[in-house]
């Protein structure tokens, strides 16, 4: 029978702790008695640098609880950082990893799905919200605009998923060969072109504590999301620096056929054209840099170039 691992990243969650393990606890209970998951199933909380009581409780609940392992992390590197740690030391002692949050607004009902169709050969199933109800109204519009522009980018991500989603281990075996720094899971595991799944699921409101997403923090994941898998903005910068050198010849004619009607103030031709001109050519060469750094990016990353799925040709019948 297949291991289970939950994998909860934990920042300053005390008044989550005790609630989130007796909730888990409970699950994979449930799950090995419907006979779904083994008996070595376990959570996997990860403490990311809390500044409360979290580690200590964490530390106290493998008293009551023989299904805790804790893992601290030295200091806060933030939730995408946190989840892969878990996700790293869980896929060493387990099949099935499914990752959630501590504030247990993800329905955990779900988990027993998940896992049927991880067995139907999903490598990847994504918890997908069914709505936003329970968000206020910025975080809905600002969310549903980051897809948008998302989709624009040409970033491949599953529409209102988050990070709650089941992985085997061999999905978390691919996305550990990604050695980037600047994390943005949801939009690598997409990149690993695993068979994969969705589950829909209403998203309730946070159990105890507050947002531990600050605004900075947002803002600072969605740049991530940008930047690390679109080099849209790069190409942007060129096409305006050469939509300027365009408008740049159209000036210059305008300018010419003014100047020759004698109908221009003295300095003002020479100021249009090397204003357009100089814009022009000053943003073409950003652009023209940037296709370069874009480059340079994409190799520092050290993505794999690919992944093969089947070989056939080895023994007759593959
Ligand atoms: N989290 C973390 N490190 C951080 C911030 C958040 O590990 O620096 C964890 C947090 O404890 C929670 C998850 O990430 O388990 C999601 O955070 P939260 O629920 O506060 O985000 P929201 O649902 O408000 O977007
Ligand atoms: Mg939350």
């Not at 936003?132 to 040409?154: E, I, N, P, V």
């Not at 595991?189 to 531990?212: M, N, W």
């Not at 060469?285 to 750094?293: D, K, P, T």
């Not at 990016?297 to 799925?309: D, L, Q």
Request: glycine residues 8%; proline residues 2%.
């Amino acid at each position: 029978m297949e291991t289970l691992s939950i994998v909860v990243p934990c920042y300053n969650e005390e008044a989550m702790i005790a609630k989130l393990v007796m909730h888990l606890d409970g699950l994979i209970s449930n799950l090995i008695a419907e006979g779904l998951v083994g008996d070595e199933s376990h959570i996997v909380l990860v403490d990311d640098g809390s500044t409360d009581q979290t580690w200590p409780l964490i530390c106290s609940c493998r008293n009551n609880y023989t299904r805790v392992n804790g893992v601290k992390l030295s200091g806060n590197v933030g939730h995408q950082n946190a989840l892969m740690a878990g996700l790293t030391v869980a896929k060493e002692t387990s099949d099935i990893i499914v990752s959630i949050d501590a504030d247990l607004q993800d329905d955990t009902s779900v988990v027993a799905d998940m896992i049927r169709l991880s067995r139907q050969g999903n490598d990847v199933v994504y918890g997908v919200r069914k709505d936003r109800s329970t968000d206020s109204m910025a975080k809905r519009l600002t969310a549903q605009m980051f897809y948008k522009m998302m989709k624009m980018m040409g970033v491949r991500t599953v529409y209102n998923h988050a990070d709650y989603r089941l992985m085997t281990k061999k999905a978390v075996e691919y996305l550990c060969e990604f050695n980037e720094r600047n994390l943005y899971l949801r939009g690598l595991v997409p990149l690993l072109g695993c068979q994969s799944a969705i589950v829909e699921y209403k998203r309730e409101e946070r159990l105890e504590g507050k947002s531990k997403y600050s605004l900075h923090k947002m803002l600072n994941l969605a740049m991530n999301g940008v930047t690390s898998f679109s080099d849209v903005p790069v190409h942007v910068v060129l096409w305006l620096g050469v939509a300027f050198l365009i408008v740049a010849f159209v000036i210059f004619v305008y300018v010419m056929v003014s100047y020759f009607k004698h109908s221009v103030v003295p300095g003002w031709s020479s100021l249009m054209l090397s204003l357009w001109f100089c814009s022009g050519c000053v943003l073409t060469s950003l652009g023209v840099i940037g296709e370069y750094i874009g480059k340079i990016y994409v190799e520092v990353k050290g993505r794999p170039r690919y992944r093969i799925e089947k070989k056939n040709g080895d023994k007759v019948g593959d």
